[in-house]
């Protein structure tokens, strides 16, 4: 069984923040975990690892607070992804 979309993503961030018990529905702006360097990572990571284009109009910042939001951005730029 290959990881999720949502999983890969949970596993970048912990990974950067090991420290941290973070699940797929935790702010993670709000918790304090991004800066603006970490914000673009983000961006980078998700556009790397599901090859997809995230256009500027998709570049707010609620599509990037929890893992569910960003899962749900993949799912939208790559409809034939799995996503849970």
Do not use: C
């Amino acid at each position: 069984m290959s990881i999720t979309v949502k999983g890969q993503i949970l596993e970048f961030i912990r990974g950067r923040y090991p420290q941290a018990e973070i699940d797929e529905s935790q702010d993670i702006f709000a918790l304090g975990f991004v800066n603006s360097l970490f914000a673009m990572e983000l961006v980078m990571f998700v556009e790397k690892t599901f090859d997809v284009v995230i256009p500027n109009e998709e570049l707010r910042i609620d599509n990037f607070r929890t893992a569910d939001a960003m899962s749900r951005l993949v799912s939208r730029l790559s409809p034939d992804l799995v996503v849970a």
